[in-house]
């Protein structure tokens, strides 16, 4: 018997809040007290006080079995988790032990009638984790089964766009959707290559004026290439579901940003000679065949990799910033210095603060590319400080950096994991349905939960008394995560 033992003394009147009462948890005996119980009267706990006062039908509604001749209580519950809901009587608040899980606690003190608000403020962030983890499986496999299946209350013209949207969007869901997936990567190899090879001298020919100009035959590998991606993003912008997310999400903006420069140059070369001959239009054009260096990012599209590192770097905003901070101040500092120190110097390469500030730049990041370098003793003891400073400041920041990226990418495999699990439980839980008809099935009992099955193993037991384990249809959506959290353990 675990608990805290201790002698009461009472009169008669008192007897109601001094009566000691003995429950069973799950195997594991504990003996009560009534006024430690009643200073929570609307919990389950302080219902058993007055239960001699209650009928047989009132007793049983609140223990799982009672002996009345040792005046026992007994329920089916976790003795562990009975020990932090305990808490609350002694401490005011409940803390969740490590190693039990925060849905199933939260169950527990449901079943204790208690609420969510006296769990404690550390418990409650772990339990949101929790639950934003639930949704996004439950928002993975709602994708999943829609991808797979899609939705059946949709019209044609809609399940037209679904069908276009997977083929483009979704190389997973089936062999010519991972065909063009495959194109459209090897379109974004070639394109850059040959955005790359276009530069050099030596595969330029001279126009009738006797500028240096793409290869003809580059140029019709790169209107190709340029075809392509319009394709694919005129089909991607007409099968979207949302056209402004669309339009506005960032990868879709680099997808934009690499084909409008190509007829942007078109549009202003079918103005005429006259026009390009513009110094301010050549420029322009200039500007945007650089931006076709954007296309490179593509490949994003198509590596969760990359989506990973980008995914990374977006949480690790907090430790980026502290690097650029640690590295303003450096180099602020160090360049101040080692102008003062260099400025009286007859050769000095210090001319100013502004100036030396390429110094301390390229000397804090262990660069060195040697056109800037002190020539006094002073400055060069300077250098050495900064160089170590340097040294320091970007290796700080840089393990929280690697760590979200290892936390992101484990927790990304662990919820695709999870997703297809869920998917495989609900793909048997629709064929032991399917077997209600089948004369070989057997009905089987487990407390409250009945299902048709031959060899069914309840991985998830239903609550007492209530309904069996639902599954998300194709048409679920989740508004919150407490939505996507209670569909999954309901």
Same mark, same amino acid.
């Given at each position: ?7 009461r ?29 009643t200073?929570?009267p609307?919990t ?5 006080v ?19 001749e ?23 608040e ?14 527990e ?7 969510p ?21 439950a928002?993975?496999?709602?994708t ?31 062999l ?9 990567f090897i379109f ?33 590998i ?48 079918s ?16 500007? *945007?065949?650089?931006?076709?260096i ?5 490949? %994003? #599209? =198509?590596?969760?990799? !990359?989506?990973? &590192?980008? @995914? ?20 602020f500092?160090f ?18 603060i ?38 320091i ?10 760590n979200?990226?290892? *936390?992101f ?9 999870? %997703? #297809? =699990?869920?998917?495989? !439980?609900?793909? &048997?839980? @629709? ?9 070989g ?27 069996g ?22």
């Open positions: 018997m675990w608990g805290v033992q201790r002698t003394y009472c009169n008669g009147s008192e007897a109601s809040e001094e009566a000691e009462i003995t429950v069973n948890i799950g195997g594991v005996k504990q003996v009560l007290y009534g006024d430690v119980l200073r929570y609307d389950r706990l302080a219902e058993l007055d239960c001699s006062l209650k009928t047989s039908e009132d007793i049983y509604a609140l223990c799982d079995d009672y002996d009345p040792t005046g026992e209580f007994y329920f089916d519950r976790d003795p562990d988790a009975f020990k932090c809901i305990m808490e609350l009587y002694y401490y005011g409940v803390h969740m032990k490590r190693g039990i899980c925060p849905i199933c606690f939260m169950k003190m449901d079943f204790w009638k208690i609420g608000d006296f769990l404690d403020e550390c418990c409650k962030g772990h339990l949101q984790e929790v639950q934003d983890e639930l949704a996004e499986i928002e993975k496999v709602r999943i089964l829609v991808d797979r299946e899609g939705d059946p209350s949709a019209g044609g013209w809609q399940r037209f766009q679904m069908c276009v949207w997977r083929l483009m969007e979704k190389p997973e869901s089936s010519p959707a991972h065909v063009i997936a495959i194109v459209s974004i190899l070639v394109s850059s290559v040959v955005m790359c090879v276009g530069t050099i001298p030596d595969l330029q020919v001279e126009d009738s004026e006797g500028n240096l100009s793409e290869h003809p035959t580059l140029e019709v790169e209107t190709v290439c340029i075809g392509w991606f319009t394709i694919e993003y005129i089909l991607r912008l007409i099968s979207c579901p949302n056209k402004v997310k669309f339009v506005l999400a960032f990868m879709n903006i680099v997808d934009f940003m690499a084909i409008m420069p190509f007829y942007v140059v078109l549009i202003l070369t103005f005429g000679a006259g026009v390009m001959e513009l110094a301010n239009v050549q420029q322009a054009v200039q500007a *945007l065949r650089i931006m076709r954007a296309r490179i990012f593509k490949l %994003a #599209r =198509h590596s969760s990799g !990359l989506q990973t &590192l980008t @995914s990374a770097l977006k949480s690790s905003f907090k430790e980026l910033g502290l690097l650029l901070m640690y590295m303003g101040v450096g180099v500092l360049s101040a210095l080692g102008y003062t120190m260099e400025q009286n110097h007859p050769d000095t390469l210090f001319t100013s502004p100036q030396s500030f390429w110094w301390a730049v390229i000397t804090m990041t262990t660069v060195g590319y040697g056109d800037v370098y002190p020539k006094t003793t002073l400055g060069r003891c300077n250098a050495a400080i900064s160089f170590l400073c340097g040294v400041a970007i290796a700080l920041p840089i393990h929280p950096i690697i979200n990226f290892v *936390l990418y484990n927790k990304q495999q662990v919820l695709e994991t999870a %997703a #297809r =699990h869920e998917i495989e !439980l609900m793909a &048997l839980r @629709s064929e032991d349905s399917g077997r209600e008809a089948s004369p099935a057997h009905k089987h009992v487990c407390g409250a939960g009945v299902w048709d099955s031959d060899t069914y193993i309840p991985l998830l037991k239903a609550p007492r008394g209530g309904a384990i639902q599954t998300p249809s194709t048409d679920a959506s989740f508004e919150s995560t407490v939505e996507a959290t209670e569909y999954f353990i309901s």
